[in-house]
């Protein structure tokens, strides 16, 4: 495959992503079109603090093969170096390797940029395609059982120089926006 490339997400990639969320699955999981629109209110507008954890950035970032959009990811970094982090693949790129392969992406950008330690998120229980990404990409549960709000959380631990760590679709953190999903929902704060 070749490397996935990163750029962050504005406003003039509402276009290339918008139709992603017409997906029965994507809305299943994540939600409609306002997804991604509602994540860029957030990036310009981000919360200072999020469920006792204070908030140092949130960004929205488009994956790209030969320049094409292929995933979006939100990341919500924290003063403790943790980045909390939800995903949806373009549906004519899902079970291709392009969902971990743009978690590992992510994981080195904000490892190296960001001094980022740790990646972490949930995954609905029953969201099997999102739990087989995430495990693709290196991240272990956090526990088996489900939280309280039916995730199984997840975190990938990154080295000083953006590499996977040894511990190491789609993902929400139990400290980003609710989602009922593997990913996160901007538009619903937890």
């Known amino acids: ?3 996935i490339g990163l750029r962050p997400f504005t406003p003039d990639l509402l276009g290339a992503v918008g139709p992603w969320f017409d997906d029965a699955e994507t809305f299943r999981w994540l939600g409609g079109r306002d997804w991604p629109e509602n994540l860029l209110r957030l990036i310009a507008d981000p919360p200072q603090a999020h469920r006792g954890s204070t908030v140092r950035e949130r960004a929205g ?3 790209t093969l030969d320049d094409e959009p292929v995933a979006l990811i939100h990341t919500e970094v924290y003063v403790d170096g943790t980045a909390a982090l939800s995903l949806v693949v373009a549906p004519a790129q899902r079970r291709r390797g392009v969902g971990a392969a743009a978690l590992a ?3 080195v950008l904000l490892a190296r940029t960001r001094g980022v330690d740790a990646l972490i998120g949930g ?3 029953h969201n099997e395609a999102s739990h087989r990404c995430v495990k693709a990409a290196g991240f272990v549960a956090v526990a088996d059982d489900p939280d309280e709000e039916g995730f ?3 975190v990938l631990r990154l ?3 953006g590499a996977r760590g040894a511990s190491g679709s789609a993902l929400r953190s139990s ?3 609710a989602g ?3 990913a996160s929902r901007p538009d619903r704060p937890r």
């Open 1 to 3: 495959m070749t490397p």
């Open 61 to 63: 970032w488009v994956a």
């Open 105 to 107: 992406a992510i994981g």
């Open 123 to 125: 995954v609905e229980l």
């Open 152 to 154: 199984i959380n997840y």
């Open 159 to 161: 080295d000083p120089a």
């Open 175 to 177: 400290r980003t926006p």
């Open 180 to 182: 009922r999903s593997s």
